[in-house]
């Protein structure tokens, strides 16, 4: 009984440790995965509600999605001005001062003179009068005369801006009204330098300059008609809107690079998601990346392979690697390796695999549940391509950067049933057959936890460090990298991936015959589950540098296999444009997870041809003992 007790105590404590840590790792990971830092807001686009009133909740709809112009169509019956679209339309109830005057003035007491609490941005109400400007217009001015403070632009700068459209005066008549009302201009209207002072915005009915269907792009010819008319407002340096345009994401993004302003939607709440996103959606590389072009000289040869550098964009799916070639005009080193496979990614027991199964899968040639660490559903270790190629005689470098005891570097080199099982996994490395083992530092490497397994690495003859340079003489190393190393490219980390995998070259070289690298990209993965695509390419791009260094070294060997692939890929990107002259790239993620996407396999060197085809991600460990057997 005693006995029993002292069972359940233990694994009580395990337990609370095993889930300590887990919380503390899931910071960490959290912090990185979805802080979307690396955006930055520039964006020249605002939202525009049109017909407004036909939300079923006019003008807090729009207001909360966030739109800086709302749109309302008035009649005046009977001294009151009434919202509707046609005259058959008008209801007692829904007037102007209840629908959209009354919540503004609310909202500009609630935020101290401003209509948002964002205090950067602000309102226009853009009033189109259908009929009888003259005496709506004096009705308007005697409605909202006595709240300059919220409607009047010179009493309060944050003021809501009132704009007329629709049945308007003809320009000469500007100067009859307040200078607090503004109006809507045209195109083909001719003003003076005092009258433009009173248009607030220039608008257009976009199918007078195209048939366009809001799919695709318009064509050259309409494209430089609708330029023309926005350069006109731009002269000016007034915003420009199109009405009657299709209300579609596509539609939205061509008439944004077209120039347009004020994207007119009857979808106030879907715009909205598509401007804040677009910082986290859109990416431009000033300055490609220079890409090395292979030999080829040994490229599907039949020439004994001695090494084999395995680099896993962990994340990485076609449309990844698609958008960082994008923005680096049309290249990149993955782009120049000739023989191509599709690698199937699902776990034993999920369609969608994490970077457990799917990493275990690629090391070990066998399918295992999510979360497992080289091991089979039963929870029995299995031999992974590391193991087999030291037994082999081979050299071994498991490089990443992320964590070292994460999913992908662990299958390499560990067997546990959970992947948040850092220390025992960091135990395991102790007795694991390598050479190198560099990545992120675990959580709880710190303190006392630290020094117990230097101790341990210094008593087995384990070399520790915290940088990426090698110890060109230590037969086995262990680097926990400093955190400096392992930031986002987008924070500001150095080509730490490069150096490491060209240190290692080095460094086995010199000790080994043969050898084989595992060369990880992990946070391509990270950016995936922010859905933040600058970081996304940019960590493909700085993945892609060290394909470069593996070819580079393929060429000169004569005997290296380079394989590029992925485990798995994350967010579900799709690409909506790009421009590859001029490095730009906008995309859109379904997910923040991982989806069961098939994903590519890249290989350069002899025997590539081997490796091609359609296949279970298992299959990749059986070709390559295969191939160096």
Not at 286 to 292: F, K, L, R, S
Not at 350 to 371: C, F, P, Q, V
């Amino acid at each position: 009984m005693i006995k029993l007790v002292k069972v359940i105590l233990w694994s009580t404590i395990m337990l609370m440790h095993l889930h300590s840590y887990g919380q503390e790792q899931h910071k960490l990971f959290d912090s990185l995965m979805f802080s979307n830092a690396s955006a930055t807001s520039n964006v020249q686009i605002k939202g525009h509600s049109h017909n407004d009133y036909e939300q079923h909740i006019p003008f807090y709809t729009a207001y909360y999605a966030g739109m800086e112009s709302i749109e309302a169509d008035v009649f005046l019956r009977n001294g009151v001005l009434y919202v509707a679209h046609n005259k058959n339309e008008i209801k007692k109830d829904r007037t102007l001062s209840s629908l959209y005057l009354d919540p503004i003035i609310r909202m500009m007491k609630t935020h101290d003179g401003h209509i948002f609490q964002d205090k950067n941005k602000k309102m226009q109400l853009m009033i189109d009068i259908k009929e009888d400007y003259v005496h709506a217009l004096d009705n308007l001015i005697k409605l909202i005369s006595t709240h300059g403070e919220v409607f009047d632009t010179s009493k309060n700068p944050n003021a809501v801006k009132i704009v007329i459209s629709g049945d308007r005066p003809v320009p000469a008549d500007f100067k009859k009204y307040p200078k607090w009302l503004f109006f809507d201009g045209l195109v083909d209207q001719t003003y003076t330098a005092d009258q433009w002072k009173r248009v607030a915005m220039i608008s257009a009915d976009l199918k007078d300059y195209t048939n366009w269907n809001g799919k695709g792009t318009p064509i050259p010819e309409d494209k430089a008609k609708i330029k023309a008319a926005i350069a006109i407002a731009e002269q000016q340096q007034l915003p420009f809107r199109f009405w009657d345009n299709h209300d579609s994401p596509n539609t939205w993004q061509e008439l944004n690079k077209l120039g347009v302003y004020w994207i007119n939607t009857d979808q106030p709440e879907a715009l909205s998601r598509f401007i804040d996103r677009m910082p986290y959606e859109q990416f431009r590389l000033t300055e490609p990346q220079q890409v090395y072009t292979p030999s080829y000289q040994v490229d599907d040869t039949d020439t004994d392979i001695r090494k084999v550098i395995l680099l896993i964009g962990d994340g990485m799916g076609l449309a990844q690697v698609k958008a960082a070639m994008a923005v680096n005009r049309g290249l990149l080193h993955m782009s120049t390796m000739r023989k191509i496979g599709i690698s199937r990614t699902e776990a034993a027991n999920s369609d969608n695999t994490d970077s457990a199964a799917g990493g275990s899968a690629l090391a070990t040639g066998k399918k295992t549940n999510n979360r497992s660490i080289a091991v089979d559903t039963l929870g029995k270790p299995m031999t992974s391509l590391a193991d087999t190629l030291q037994k082999m005689g081979w050299g071994t470098a498991i490089l990443s950067t992320g964590d070292l005891t994460d999913a992908t570097p662990a299958v390499f080199y560990a067997h546990v049933a959970e992947r948040d099982s850092s220390k025992v996994i960091a135990a395991q490395a102790l007795d694991a057959p390598f050479s190198i083992l560099a990545g992120g530092t675990p959580g709880w490497f710190k303190g006392e936890a630290a020094q117990q397994y230097r101790t341990s690495m210094q008593q087995k003859g384990i070399a520790y460090g915290q940088t990426p340079q090698l110890q060109s003489a230590a037969k086995k190393q262990i680097l926990f990298l400093d955190a400096t190393y392992t930031k986002p490219i987008k924070d500001g980390r150095t080509q730490v991936l490069s150096q490491l995998l060209r240190e290692s070259l080095t460094v086995l070289d010199k000790q080994h015959d043969r050898f084989f690298i595992m060369a990880e990209g992990a946070q391509i993965d990270y950016g995936g589950h922010a859905n933040d695509l600058p970081y996304v390419i940019s960590e493909t791009l700085d993945f892609d540098l060290a394909v470069g260094e593996a070819l580079r070294y393929a060429d000169q060997d004569g005997h290296t296999l380079v394989i590029v692939t992925a485990d798995h890929e994350t967010g579900g990107l799709t690409l909506l444009d790009s421009d590859e002259k001029n490095g730009y790239v906008r995309g859109n993620f379904s997910s923040n997870d991982h989806t069961s996407v098939p994903v590519p396999v890249f290989i350069y060197g002899p025997k590539s041809d081997k490796l091609t085809g359609y296949y279970p991600n298992t299959e990749l460990f059986h070709r390559i003992l295969k191939i160096v057997k």
